[in-house]
Antibody
Framework: EVQLLQSGGGLVQPGGSLRLSCAAS????????MSWVRQAPGKGLEWVSA????????HYADSVKGRFTISRDNSKTTLYLQMNSLRAEDTAVYFC???????????????WGQGTLVTVSS | QSVLTQPPSASGTPGQGVTVSCSGS????????VYWYRHLPGTAPKLLIY???QRPSGVPDRFSGSKSGTSASLAISGLRSEDEADYYC???????????FGGGTKLTVL
């Protein structure tokens, strides 16, 4: 059974940093690209970032480019999102997601984590 | 606002059918597969339909998807109270080089 267990959310001041984690199990982690998607309060879903299975390529939405860094540790089957220079508009529930197929980024997701709330406020 | 357009709400009575629409453009729905997810706040979104009209194992055949041009639809027949949730459409967008989503449709079973 595929499981994606998230941790690391919380309250942070504007300009601060936070790291999200997503521990995966139930599939060959290194064979699949992974991504982060967020949902701001009262809003729809927004893709944030993605990483290939081998960590050879990373991809970011313009809204977070230069501030967020996605990474993964295939030996620990864990996905990360390092968020720096956080802004109020980054406040959202963040979901990690497994790509439906393939290690290269280019498809939608089949399994999602439960989400973790990030609140950026002074 | 979201790249894909969905009605914010839909409703039906138990046993009835309901359809949720999703409109996009030639850069996303027009040339790529459509996916549908069901989401209850506080839980993980669940894949309902992939590649326009395919159901993952375990998803009842009460749920069906279709696509025509730059629009797609999710049809739910035989509504049950447990179908109450938010439903999101999604598609790959060639200009973004990533997925885009609808704003979600909140389904109420009256």
């Amino acid at each position: 059974e595929v499981q994606l267990l998230q941790s690391g959310g919380g309250l942070v001041q504007p300009g601060g940093s936070l790291r999200l984690s997503c521990a995966a199990s139930g599939f060959t982690f290194s064979s699949f690209a992974m991504s982060w998607v967020r949902q701001a309060p009262g809003k729809g879903l927004e893709w944030v970032s993605a990483i290939s299975g081998s960590s050879g390529s990373t991809h970011y939405a313009d809204s977070v480019k230069g501030r967020f860094t996605i990474s993964r540790d295939n030996s620990k089957t864990t996905l990360y999102l390092q968020m720096n220079s956080l802004r109020a508009e980054d406040t959202a529930v963040y979901f990690c997601a497994k790509q439906e197929y393939g290690g290269n980024w280019g498809a939608l997701s089949d399994y999602w984590g439960q989400g973790t709330l990030v609140t950026v406020s002074s | 606002q979201s790249v894909l357009t969905q009605p914010p709400s839909a409703s039906g009575t138990p046993g009835q059918g309901v359809t949720v629409s999703c409109s996009g453009s030639s850069f996303n729905i027009g040339r790529n597969y459509v996916y549908w997810y069901r989401h209850l706040p506080g839980t993980a979104p669940k894949l309902l339909i992939y590649k326009n009209d395919q159901r993952p194992s375990g998803v009842p055949d009460r749920f069906s998807g279709s696509k025509s041009g730059t629009s797609a639809s999710l049809a739910i027949s035989g509504l049950r109270s447990e179908d109450e949730a938010d439903y999101y459409c999604a598609a790959w967008d060639d200009t973004l080089s990533g997925p885009v989503f609808g704003g979600g449709t909140k389904l109420t079973v009256l």
